[in-house]
Structures are given as C-alpha cells and as structure tokens.
C-alpha cells in the first residue's frame, strides 16, 4: 500500500496533474482565411458595392442572388438606415454559376455583375433606386475558366466628366473660410455617346474586352490579346486599368488620345505595365464599324514580393509566405501641389497562423499586410561618350538621338498592423483608405503612405479625417463599402449580414459645439466634402447621415452657412435687372437647389418637424418646382388639354393654400408685432416662437421672385377654364375635359385669396425693399450676405425694418381690404399639405394618408409608391399616359388622375433633391 501511494507521487509529479494546463489561444475573423484566398486568387472578387447615386448592392451568400439597399431615413423618427433588401430578379439560364463580383458604373446607374465563368451581367436603372433592369444579358458570354475576370474599369460618361470640380482645402480668413478648387476634364477614353457607359475587362487568359452602349442602349463588344498564355503559371491573377494622363484644366488638354495604361499580375509573380489606345472608327456616325484597341508592352517587372522585414524568422516568413492581394493603378493626380507620377501600388497579405500544439517554438502569426508602391517613370538614354574611342565608329555618340525607356521606382515598402481586406482611392487619389481585419479603417495620404489622422489645425482643413473625424473600431466583416463621401461604410459579415458603420468627431462633441476654432474646422471638413459631392454627381446623403442628431444650433448655423459660402450662389434677386437676367438660375442651378436640401435636412428633426429655416427652404422648394411645372404646362397663348388640365389640379390647389397661409400669418404677425412692428429683436424673435415661416418667404428675394413667377400660369388656367366652360359642347368625348374645367373654376371660385390682389402685395414688397436697400447704400456683397441671413437663419436685416413694419400695416391693410380676400375664410384654410405644421393634427393627417408631393394630391390605398430617401415624401411609381402603369384597371388615364408626362419628364429626383426608391427603400414607416 505503502509503496502504491509513492508510485502515484511520482506519476503525479512526472506528469503535473496538479497544475492547470494553459492551452495557447488563438482567434481571428471569422471567413478571414477563406476572404483571404479569395483576393489572393483574383483582383475581381467584391461582394458588395455602393455607388455615386446611393444604391448598394451585394451578393448573397450562396452567389445566387443580388440584393440592393440604400441609405434612408426613418419617417418615425428621422434616422438614418439601412433599407429593406430588394432582390434583383435573375433569369433562370444563369443557375450554373455563382456571382463573385459587383461594380457600380461612373455615374452609379448600371451594375456589372460578374460570376466565376467571366460572364458579365449588366443591370440598368435611370432615377429610381432598387428599381433595376438587365440591360445585358450574360448568355451571349461563353463559359471558360480562362475566361475569368480579374480586372474591370467603368470608363467616364459624356457630358457629366466635363462639368466636374473638386474642393481640395479650406483656409480660414479671420471668422471666414476660402476655399480652394479647381474644375477639371477627367483624361482618358470614354463612350463618344452621350449619357451612354462603356467599360473594360481583362480575362485570366489576358483578353482584353470593350464593352460599350449603343444609342439605343444595347451593348457591344470587342476584344484583343494581350499575350498568348502557354502555362499555368502565366495565368494572371490582378489586373487594374487608369487613364492615360489625368492632369487637364476646364477649357484646355494637355494630351487625351483614348488610352489607358493596364497592369497585370500573374501566377508567377510577374507584374507587366502596358498602354492601350481604344480606336473608337467614327462610332457612333458610323455604326458599322468596331472600335480596335492598339496595345504596347512598356514594362516588366519581376521582383514583387514585398521586402522581407528585419526580424522574422527566415524559415517562415520568406517573401513568398505573402502573396498580392490588391492591385491598383494611381493615376497621376490632379493636385498640382505635389508632383506625382503614375504609380502601380500592391497589398500583399499574409494568413492567420495558429500556434502549434508540437513546437512550442513557433508562435502565432496574426494576418498583416505589406504595401508596396512604384512610380513609373520615363527616362531618356544616350550613348556613352566611350563610344567614340571606337575606331569603327561612323558618327559622334553624341549625334544620335536619345532613345526613351521606362523605369519602375520602388518606394519603401509599408507595413500595416492588421491585415488589409479593401483598398478605397478617396478624393481624386490623393487619399487611400484601408479596411483592416480588425473592423478599423486607416486613411493614408497617396504620396508618402503616412497615416492621415485628426492634426489639430484649425486653419486648414483638407479632410474628414484632417479634420478629427474617423471610423470607430467595432465589429468587424470581411467585406466593406465605402459611402461615396468616405463617411460611412457597409459592413458585410460572413454570414452575409451587413451593418451601417458612421464616422464619428474624435476631438469633442458636436453637441456641445462652441465658438472653439477646432468646430468650426470640423464644420468647413463637411462643407469642403459636400461641395465636391456638388460637382461630382456623389449623393451627400451620407454625409448628413454621418452628422449627430444632437449637434448644437450653433454649429448647425455655422455648417449651413459655410455650405451656402462653398457652393457660391447668388441669393440676391432684389434689382431688376438681376430678376429679368439671372431668374433662370432659380430652376437650372443645381447647386442652389442642394444648398436648400442641406438647409431643409438639417433644421428637420424628423421628416415633418421641420424649424422655421427647414420651413423656409421647404416651401422654396416646393414653389420652385410648381412655379416650373404650371410655366411648362399652362400658357397664356396655347390651349389647356383636358389631361393637363387634371394633372395639375393638385398644384393650383397648393398655391391657392400657400396665399391664403401666408396671409393668414400675416395677420397673426400684425397682432403680435403691434406696436413694434420695426423692432427687430421683435421680429426675429416671433419668426423663432412661433416657428412661422411667413415673413423670410416675402422678405426674401428668392421665395418672393418664384411666387411671383406662380402667379401668372394661375391667371392662366383660370381664364383656360372660364373659357372652356363657354365653348364645351355636351358630347360624350368632352365629359372628362367639362370636368376638369369644372375643378379649376371651383378651385378659382374658393380661394379665400386671389391671385391679382397677391401679385399686388409682392410687387409691393419686392419694391419697398429695393428701395430700402438702396437708400442704405448697400452693395451687392452686403446684400447678398443679408440675403443669406435672412433666407437661413429668419434674421431681418437693419434696412428692412421699415419694410416689416409697411407690410404688417399698410400694405397687409390694404390687401384683406380687397373685395377679392375673404380674411374670414383665410383662418380655416386647411394647410397642413403645406408641410408647415407640425401639430397633432397635422402628426395625425399625415399618418393616415398618403400625399403625392409631386402632384400635390392624396394617393387611394394600394397604388405602387416611390418614396424619397432623404425627406421620405411619396410619389405614384407608375408609367407616363399611355404606359402599362399609366392606366387604371378600366384603361382610362384621365379617371386615374392625370399621370401627364411632365410628372417623369421634369421630376427624376424628390422637390428635395433626394433619390427617388421603391419597394424595400419605401418599407420604413406608411
């Protein structure tokens, strides 16, 4: 017994029983090894994709299916999300192969879908997000696994690459910011027809593929070869194309001869550079012809692996042990500050290892990555003058022509913490993003791969992340989007889930935002970016996704007027000579119209609580649209069509409620400015209490000129009417138009207010506030600046106080005095479909019907809807009159409603500005 007890002593001390093992630990990512392959083996393996215009698509987790989202906000309660998925419906002939990659086109309304075979889908919308249709079937594509894509670039799209500018900073000037931009011509070749896409591809095998659209939309296509492919181990694997030069000015052309420079990688590690001209042969004017590509080898190089760093173990970590990941071509860069050269940058990653259980000698290897970068550069090469001590020499060394080479200059390499799972050129290549495996993302600047993070100059602002804005490190995925502002990302797990992640302010709360420089820095970033989003067709629904719900109204003001200042637009409408020369603006200038969506989103809390300024820029947009739209369709020397005449009800209907509103406001100011109606602490201090947006619409110049423009087409369709009335006979065919006519005199005969004496009233105002500002001596900087404090922030500027105190006396006397306004009737005006009260009769109107912001009517339950992403008002998603969708189920478009054709004609975007949606993008709220 003894001796057993000591047996089982020495067992226990030979194998320490008594001791707690410590097994090593290892965890990664969960799909990181199997993403990780997948980038190794091709450059085309993307999965989800956001475009310039919003849209969002993925594929789904089996590679059957493609999905759309965008980015919406909740009527209920105003925040931002992430949609209802939309599945896009794919033809049953494509069930053999799976889909391995998504990209967006340039200006985001087509869609490549490429599956594992090389074959090429391509899905086509005009306005409507998740509305998508194919445009390119991949049945005409043979199947082959030498057919695979690893590389694919959507050329530019004419007109739009040629009215394009980007903000590059902002310097501060004492309480002032100056922005510095420039417009600029985007290089290379694109579709010669307009508003039409093209892009290229490079298979396996190194065939280069042009897909192109003809005018009618049908796509086209033509090939080359790069080189002949004997061997597995020329295959390629990473291929990536830029233009041929990307330093051009607005008005002038350095060199554009539709070329693009391309590098390949292949199997064996060779990288190859070459330079491909599209000859377009007359396309379109001569449709017979096929565009031909002309190619040039111009460099090879063979050493790419990244340099081995000081440290690992040599038996483990030879070069080889990373393999690429990324390839990218870096255009030269538009920014002329700093001199760029065309570069060629690869990612090459290395697999997570896990420590091993037999040899504990060898420690877990977690995945990291190593960029690496050559600039391509052009040298000339003479003879050496040696040569002329040959005594068979026929002519000097120095008499023959230098002959031009190429070279490839290797930067240091870089070495990144984590591994890199997506690289995003930002800002026209000046500023890379990397999405790293542990859910960070890095900001690097294009020269010198330094990280870009927060400075602390509140100076000069270049950037998001200069500025102190950054990604926050949370839940990580294998695959992300970028926002097309860089400001939000879409995060793909592995099980196919996505999630919204939002930049964040790193260096203090917005919430709290005072008069300290580093917020103002912070509010000229998002201007800064919001201006280019301006000029580059990028939504900027993301950027105000991006900003907190809570941020101070000091830092909002200070947001909306740098936005108002970047854009540069002319607010001041007051001369004459301005109304008569610059009032087209009012309805072609995009950039006005984007300034009054930024100031609309950003005083509303929710979609229908909107502050005095939203209210403002609201019902501006609202009259700009329907001024535009009566303008178009009712003219005083053309008859009105019955089928106008039904489309446009609900719009005179909304003008006669907007008078009736603004007068009725009127009259309210008038009682409770009494006495001080000069005072102008007073006055803003009523527009601020009673949220009223009553006086900025009259004071300002712009509201006031577009009401003005209104009242006319109304005087228009009155006297159409009235006439109509008189002429109509009692035939069957006529009964719809007798009808219509019938509204518009109904609707003439009840408006508390009428149009003339109104058009009175503004001409009065209009006058009186030219005079006082020239009695002031203001010039046209002054005014343009009291302009913008009145149209943003309701303040009434010193030389107006006499004509507030006019207009609530005399002039507002003289008008309710007029036998034609029925001051009795103006208090029970229903104006709620103004989108001005927000009271609880207005929260319940709104819940309970559907109003078509376009037409200005309310929709019967079950018709198809649009809804906009940013101010979530709705449309009817149906067809123009004649159309499948324009025909109720008895086939008459009139008893529908009036779906004329200007409703699709002038309204391919919300009165906001925002993007149109339907299905899953309308599923948040009625």
């Not at 306005?127 to 050329?155: C, P, Q």
């Not at 001369?575 to 603006?585: G, H, I, W």
């Amino acid at each position: 017994m003894p001796l057993m007890m000591e047996d089982d002593q020495y067992m226990e001390d030979l194998f320490g029983d008594s001791e707690t093992v410590q097994l090593p630990t290892f965890t990664t990512l969960k799909g990181l090894s199997q993403r990780l392959d997948e980038l190794q083996e091709s450059g085309c393996c993307q999965k989800i994709a956001w475009s310039k215009a919003g849209g969002i698509a993925t594929i789904t987790r089996d590679g059957r299916g493609i999905t759309l989202r965008a980015l919406v906000r909740n009527p209920e309660n105003g925040k931002w999300e992430l949609s209802d998925e939309i599945p896009i419906q794919i033809p049953e002939s494509h069930d053999d192969h799976c889909f391995v990659h998504l990209a967006w086109s340039y200006m985001g309304n087509d869609l490549a879908v490429v599956d594992d075979a090389g074959r090429i889908m391509i899905f086509s919308t005009e306005t409507v997000l998740g509305k998508m249709n194919i445009s390119r079937s991949s049945a005409v594509d043979s199947e082959d696994e030498l057919g695979a894509i690893v590389g694919l670039y959507w050329l530019p799209v004419a007109p739009h690459k040629e009215k394009s500018a980007v903000f590059w900073s902002g310097q501060r000037d004492s309480d002032q910011w100056v922005y510095r931009m420039s417009h600029h011509l985007p290089a290379g070749p694109h579709n010669p027809v307009q508003n039409r896409s093209a892009l290229v591809c490079v298979t396996r095998s190194g065939t280069v593929r042009l897909l192109y659209q003809q005018v009618d939309g049908q796509w086209l296509e033509t090939v080359t070869e790069l080189e002949n492919i004997t061997t597995a181990s020329e295959t390629l694997t990473h291929a990536s194309f830029t233009e041929h030069s990307n330093v051009q000015k607005a008005g002038k052309s350095e060199e554009n001869d539709d070329s693009l420079f391309l590098a390949i990688h292949d199997t064996s590690g060779l990288v190859r550079l070459y330079r491909i001209k599209i000859n377009w042969n007359g396309f379109p004017q001569q449709p017979n012809q096929t565009p031909a590509f002309a190619t040039m080898s111009l460099k090879t190089e063979d050493h790419c692996f990244p340099s081995r760093p000081s440290g690992e173990f040599d038996g483990q970590n030879l070069p080889s042990s990373r393999q690429l990941t990324y390839l990218e071509m870096i255009p030269i860069a538009l920014e002329q500050r700093e001199v760029t050269s065309l570069t060629i940058m690869a990612v090459f990653s290395s697999a997570p290892m896990p420590p091993s259980l037999m040899d504990t000698t060898q420690q877990a290897h977690s995945p990291s990555s190593v960029i690496v970068r050559w600039d391509f550069q052009q040298t000339m090469n003479k003879l050496h003058p040696s040569f002329d001590q040959l005594s068979s020499k026929k002519k000097p060394a120095t008499s023959i022509d230098a002959r031009k080479s190429f070279v490839l200059k290797r930067h240091p390499d870089v070495v990144t913490n984590n591994v890199v799972l997506a690289v995003f050129p930002l800002i026209q290549n000046t500023l890379y993003a990397f999405y790293l495996g542990d859910g960070s993302v890095e900001f690097r600047s294009r020269n010198s791969m330094e990280p870009v993070a927060a400075d602390y100059n509140n100076d000069l602002v270049s950037s998001l992340p200069q500025a102190g804005f950054g990604f926050p490190i949370d839940e990580a995925g294998i695959q992300t989007a970028l926002s097309p502002n860089f400001c939000l990302a879409a995060v793909m797990k592995a099980d196919g889930s996505v999630h919204l992640k939002r930049m964040e302010y790193t260096l203090g709360s917005l919430a709290t935002a005072d008069d300290d420089p580093k917020y103002s820095a912070a509010a000229a970033a998002i201007a800064l970016q919001h201006g280019s989003a301006c000029y580059q067709y990028f939504i900027s629904d993301d950027l105000f996704a991006m900003i907190p719900e809570d941020i101070s109204p000091s830092f909002r003001r200070k947001l909306l007027s740098l936005i108002y200042k970047g854009l540069n637009n002319n607010l001041d409408f007051t001369a004459e000579e301005t109304q008569q020369r610059q009032s087209q603006n009012l309805f072609r200038s995009p950039t006005l119209h984007k300034c009054l969506s930024a100031q609309c989103i950003l005083g509303s809390s929710t979609p229908f609580k909107r502050d005095y300024a939203a209210k403002v820029s609201w019902v501006t947009m609202n009259i700009r649209l329907s001024t535009y739209i009566l303008t178009m369709t009712v003219k005083n020397n053309q008859p009105l069509d019955a089928d106008v005449a039904i489309s446009v009800v609900g719009i005179i209907r909304w003008c006669g409620d907007l008078m009736a509103y603004l007068i009725g406001e009127l009259m309210d100011a008038a009682n409770a400015l009494r006495g001080h109606e000069d005072d102008l602490e007073a006055i803003h201090a009523h527009i601020v209490t009673t949220n009223s947006p009553a006086l900025p619409l009259l004071l300002s110049s712009i509201p006031r000129l577009l009401l003005r423009y209104a009242l006319r087409p109304l005087r228009y369709a009155q006297g159409h009417a009235a006439q109509a009335a008189k002429n109509a006979t009692p035939t069957a065919a006529t009964r719809a138009a007798r009808a219509a006519f019938a509204t518009l005199l109904q609707l003439s005969a009840a408006r508390p207010v009428q149009p003339p004496v109104f058009d009175e009233l503004i001409g009065a105002v209009d006058s009186a506030i030219r005079n006082a500002y020239k009695d002031a001596g203001l010039d046209e900087k002054a005014r343009g600046f009291a302009e913008r404090e009145l149209l943003t922030r309701g303040e009434v500027p010193g030389p107006l106080a006499k004509v507030v105190k006019s207009l609530l006396t005399e002039m507002l006397d003289k008008t309710i005095s007029d036998a034609s306004v029925d001051a009795a009737r103006v208090r029970w005006t229903d104006t709620v479909t103004l989108g001005v009260t927000d009271d609880e009769k207005a929260r319940r109107w709104w819940k309970s019907h559907t109003w078509d912001i376009i037409r200005k009517c309310t929709l019967p339950e079950g018709r198809r809807l649009r809804r906009c992403a940013r101010c979530c008002g709705v449309m009817e998603d149906a067809g123009p009159v004649g159309s499948v969708y324009g025909k109720d189920e008895k086939g008459s478009s009139a008893e529908r409603g009036g779906l004329h054709q200007w409703v699709y004609t002038t309204q391919k975007i919300c009165v906001c500005s925002g993007s149109w949606g339907v299905g899953g993008f309308s599923g948040v709220g009625k």
